[in-house]
């Protein structure tokens, strides 16, 4: 998609976030940076430190493709880290266990009407997303990311929500 129509749904996408109760409910948000033609999170995060929230963002840990979770104050904390995605600098870590969250905003290249998704082919929300229990997950696509089905298996944990320019697609364990 061309930047201006990343930005403009992206724009659609915050706002129906920003409206959710999981979300004005949610302390302590685990927010993905985006990057590329990703739904754009910046803004979201910016209105989340002057909303009071905690923001956390993930380190990427390339030695066994699990995420580290950090909280971080402001931009500044961030630096171009792993595969030129904003993480946490290594002085401004302040390491947060998954289980300190309320809420777990995902990303992915694709989605299915039940939650299922496919990321970027590491497997670190994978990781992630096994051992964080019962969190709630939101994931933030754009309509054309959302396919009829996509393949899983057994051991694979569904999205509770996707979030797109045009809809919400809760699953049946949907949260919002």
């Given at each position: 998609m061309p930047s201006d129509e990343v930005?403009?749904?992206?724009?659609?996408?915050?706002?129906?976030?920003?409206?959710?109760?999981i979300f004005t409910k949610s302390d302590t948000i685990l927010f993905y940076?985006?990057?590329?033609n990703?739904?754009?999170?910046?803004e979201l995060i910016t209105e989340s430190f002057s909303l009071g929230k905690t923001?956390?963002?993930?380190k990427s840990v390339t030695d066994?493709?699990?995420?580290?979770?950090?909280?971080?104050?402001?931009?500044?904390?961030?630096?171009?880290?792993?595969?030129?995605?904003?993480?946490?600098?290594?002085?401004?870590?302040?390491?947060?266990?998954?289980?300190?969250?309320?809420?777990?905003?995902?990303?992915?290249v694709v989605?299915?009407?039940?939650?299922h998704r496919i990321g970027h082919g590491k497997g670190y929300y994978d990781r992630l997303l096994q051992n964080a229990g019962h969190i709630p997950t939101l994931a933030l696509a754009f309509e054309i990311q959302?396919?009829?089905?996509?393949?899983?298996?057994?051991?694979d944990k569904r999205i509770d929500t996707i979030i797109t320019e045009k809809r919400i697609i809760k699953n049946k364990l949907g949260l919002l």
């Open positions: 930005r403009q749904k992206s724009q659609r996408i915050k706002k129906r976030v920003l409206e959710t109760d940076v985006s990057y590329g990703e739904v754009q999170t910046h923001v956390v963002v993930p066994d493709y699990t995420l580290l979770l950090s909280k971080i104050a402001c931009w500044d904390d961030l630096e171009k880290g792993a595969y030129s995605i904003l993480e946490p600098k290594k002085q401004r870590i302040t390491e947060i266990d998954s289980g300190a969250l309320d809420l777990i905003i995902v990303p992915g989605f299915d009407e039940r939650g959302i396919v009829d089905s996509i393949d899983s298996e057994p051991h």
